[in-house]
């Protein structure tokens, strides 16, 4: 049922650049906040990215956020091992008394 | 220091009614412009956003589960409830209730541990 479309896997080499795009509608990303969670294997989400392109204190300046139009990406600069993870972009829908949307998800592997 | 602990029971079988329970602590339910969330993950699959509460008591709901779904809370206890009607081993997830400081701007800082429901007959 996600509304936000990601692809399904994305990988690089240790100190490569990664990019995860989150595409969605003119009801959510086009009028909202994108937010990105970053999943470790077998843990809760954590906030990566809010307000599109910030970071909360404590993450690593090497993930940065962009969003134009109804479109978003997550670009991850000098992959490091640690960074295998799931990543979900998420935004609030506007549509049917409004609701939070997440994407469906892009399982980064770090060869 | 803010967490968040789901609880509720493990297994239960089609057509029951599933009740979690999400007992905060670290911040207070009537803080202003605070709201908790109800969030699953299926094994192997995205997660999926169910329902929140607002520090108000105005709640919103995923239309897809619009239906089954019942929020309430409870702030002298630092609870929060989601309750869903009907289950199904579809409803066979990771649930995880979140902390949204600020509903005006929907950012989840926290997130509970998650506990993991399996719907089988």
């Known amino acids: 049922q996600s509304v936000l479309t990601q692809p399904p896997s994305a990988s690089g080499t240790p100190g490569q650049r990664v990019t995860i795009s989150c595409s969605g509608s003119?009801?959510?990303?086009?009028?909202?906040?994108v937010c990105w969670y970053q999943q470790l294997p077998g843990t809760a989400p954590t906030l990566l990215i809010y307000?599109?392109?910030q970071r909360p204190s404590g993450v690593p300046d090497r993930f940065s956020g962009s969003k134009s139009g109804t479109s978003a990406s997550l670009a991850i600069n000098g992959l490091r091992s640690e960074d295998e993870a799931d990543y979900y972009c998420?935004?609030?829908?506007?549509?049917?008394?409004?609701?939070?949307?997440f994407g469906t998800g892009t399982k980064v592997t770090v060869l | 220091q803010v967490t968040l602990k789901e609880s509720g029971p493990v297994v239960l079988k089609p057509t029951e009614t599933l009740t979690l329970t999400c007992t905060v602590s670290?911040?207070?339910?009537?803080?202003?412009?605070?709201?908790v969330s109800w969030i699953r993950q299926p094994p192997g699959k995205a997660l999926e956003w169910l329902a929140h509460?607002?520090?108000?008591?105005?709640?919103s709901y995923s239309p897809s589960l619009r239906r089954r779904l019942t929020i309430s809370k409870d702030t002298s206890k630092s609870q929060v409830v989601l309750s869903m009607i009907n289950v199904d081993p579809l409803d066979s997830a990771t649930y995880y209730c979140?902390?949204?400081?600020?509903?005006?701007?929907?950012?989840?800082?926290?997130w509970g541990q998650g506990t993991l429901v399996t719907v089988s007959s």
């Open positions: 307000r599109n392109n």
């Open positions: 003119s009801s959510n990303i086009g009028s909202n906040f």
């Open positions: 979140a902390r949204i400081p600020d509903y005006g701007e929907y950012v989840i800082d926290y």
């Open positions: 509460i607002l520090s108000n008591d105005e709640k």
């Open positions: 998420a935004a609030w829908d506007d549509r049917l008394s409004g609701h939070y949307v």
């Open positions: 670290g911040f207070s339910l009537s803080n202003v412009r605070m709201a």
